[in-house]
């Protein structure tokens, strides 16, 4: 069976604190790609970023980075000094199998609120 | 490049009713995907196509929902009759094949009263 969970409902934080937002996977495939998604007040989801099986490299991208650890099945993000525009959902996803079709398993979502 | 469009942004129609959504993927995207979003949830795929051929309907309740995608480019999605549980955001989404850019649109907000 394949799923995302994302322990965390909601996390607020105050502006310039760093926060973590949790994500475990299950998966028997050993071909799969894990995403982050940013869903804002207005509802669109943002692309942020992928990552496949295979490439268990850590990757930063500004204020924001990501620890992918397959041994403990969790691909965590990390916002560095957050602001109040980070406020949204956050989804952790899930692609699994070779041919990565795009069907994606999600997790529930974490809404952060940052304060200013 | 523009993104992917939906119509109509809100709908609100009373259970039994029929509703249908609109969605134009980017252009030369080939697979295009309807998520259903229910409050407090994360997206479920109700149906992806392949140019016009259906890939994935495993989650789509058949017997209220239809969708089809006519000459691969546009996609109409359909519930008939309407149940209160079917309040939720539908989204649209497309690619060029490896899902690494799935686009998504800013979906369609329908409430069932």
């Known amino acids: 069976a394949q799923k995302v969970t994302q322990a965390q409902t909601e996390i607020s934080v105050v502006e310039k604190e760093d926060v973590t937002l949790d994500c475990v996977y299950e998966?028997?495939?050993?071909?799969?790609?894990l995403f982050w998604y940013k869903q804002p007040p207005s509802g669109e989801l943002v692309f942020l970023i992928r990552r496949n099986s295979f490439d268990e490299q850590n990757e930063i991208s500004g204020r924001y980075s990501w620890n992918f650890q397959k041994s403990t099945s969790s691909f965590n993000f990390t916002i560095t000094a957050s602001q109040v525009v980070d406020s949204a959902v956050y989804f952790c996803?899930?692609?699994?199998?070779?041919?990565?079709?795009?069907?994606?398993?999600f997790g529930q979502g974490t809404t952060l609120q940052v304060k200013p | 490049e523009a993104g992917v469009a939906q119509s109509p942004r809100y709908k609100i129609i009373e259970k039994r009713q029929s509703v249908a959504f609109w969605c134009n993927p980017i252009?030369?995207?080939?697979?295009l995907y309807w998520y259903q979003q229910i409050l407090g949830q994360g997206p479920k795929l109700l149906i992806q196509f392949q140019n016009n051929g259906v890939v994935d309907d495993s989650q789509l309740p058949k017997d209220r929902f239809s969708a089809e995608r006519l000459k691969g480019v546009d996609s109409t999605l359909k519930i008939q009759p309407a149940k209160l549980e079917d309040s939720a955001v539908y989204l649209c989404?497309?690619?060029?094949?490896?899902?690494?850019?799935?686009?998504f649109g800013p979906g369609t907000r329908l409430t069932v009263t």
């Open positions: 996803a899930l692609s699994s199998g070779s041919s990565n079709t795009g069907k994606l398993i």
């Open positions: 989404a497309s690619s060029s094949g490896d899902f690494s850019l799935g686009y």
């Open positions: 998966t028997r495939d050993t071909t799969y790609y």
């Open positions: 252009s030369g995207h080939a697979t």
